[in-house]
């Protein structure tokens, strides 16, 4: 079975702090992993994914996620934060074993409160 | 860019209503997806597509049908709408092509039964 853990509910860091959104994953193959943001009342928006190749992914915004095999985990991070980041945050994965048919799993969402 | 549209915004209905909520995208994907999203549970799959006339049930298919007449446009239906259909509607589509998985949103639709 496919599924994501975000453990947090809730971050709140400071502006210009760094930030770390936490994901675990798991899948029975090699797993493509996502994240994206939800502003609110918008749709999600794509910010990066990990399919193979270096274990750390950058993306839009600033972020970037760090892929960890051993600890199956897929945390978001970004050295600064700033006000504009605070939003809900979403961790998503598929099984890299199937085909382009295949659907993505959802993790619960972590809010992200970035504070002046 | 990839754009997803969606019929509306919001929406309120009346219970037992027939409600008919629309997507359409315009980048020729050839799979397409439906969610319903509410606090704390995230986003859980309705149903999805990966081709006209095909279609495939998520995690909570219970109270919806879908309809996929043309590629470009994925439609989910309410047979008979209740009040715990109230919720975000999110629809996305994403392309048949080895290393491009991430799905593209739309902007939703929060439904409202009363």
């Known amino acids: 079975a496919q599924s994501v853990a975000q453990p947090e509910d809730q971050v709140n860091v400071a502006e210009g702090n760094p930030l770390t959104v936490k994901c675990t994953y798991s899948?029975?193959?090699?797993?493509?992993l996502f994240w994206y943001v939800q502003y609110p009342n918008r749709g999600l928006q794509f910010l990066l994914k990990?399919?193979?190749?270096?274990?750390l992914v950058k993306g839009s915004y600033g972020f970037e996620a760090e892929f960890n095999k051993s600890q199956t985990s897929f945390h978001l991070k970004k050295p600064s934060a700033l006000v504009s980041d605070s939003a809900l945050y979403f961790c998503?994965?598929?099984?890299?074993?199937?085909?382009?048919?295949?659907?993505?799993?959802f993790g619960r969402g972590t809010q992200l409160t970035v504070w002046p | 860019d990839v754009k997803v549209t969606q019929s509306s915004r919001y929406l309120v209905k009346r219970t037992g209503e027939k409600v008919f909520l629309e997507c359409v995208q315009d980048?020729?994907?050839?799979?397409m997806f439906w969610y319903r999203q509410d606090p704390g549970l995230g986003l859980r799959l309705i149903y999805f597509?990966?081709?006209?006339?095909?279609?495939e049930k998520g995690d909570i298919p219970e109270g919806y049908s879908v309809s996929r007449e043309k590629k470009e446009r994925f439609s989910l239906i309410l047979e008979s709408a209740s009040t715990n259909q109230t919720s975000m509607y999110l629809c996305?589509?994403?392309?048949?092509?080895?290393?491009?998985?991430?799905?593209?949103f739309g902007p939703g639709t929060r439904l409202t039964v009363t």
């Open positions: 998503a994965v598929r099984d890299g074993r199937g085909s382009t048919l295949g659907r993505l799993y």
């Open positions: 996305a589509s994403s392309p048949q092509l080895a290393g491009t998985y991430e799905q593209y």
């Open positions: 980048m020729d994907h050839e799979n």
């Open positions: 597509s990966y081709d006209v006339k095909m279609k």
């Open positions: 899948v029975s193959g090699n797993p493509y």
């Open positions: 990990y399919i193979t190749g270096d274990n």
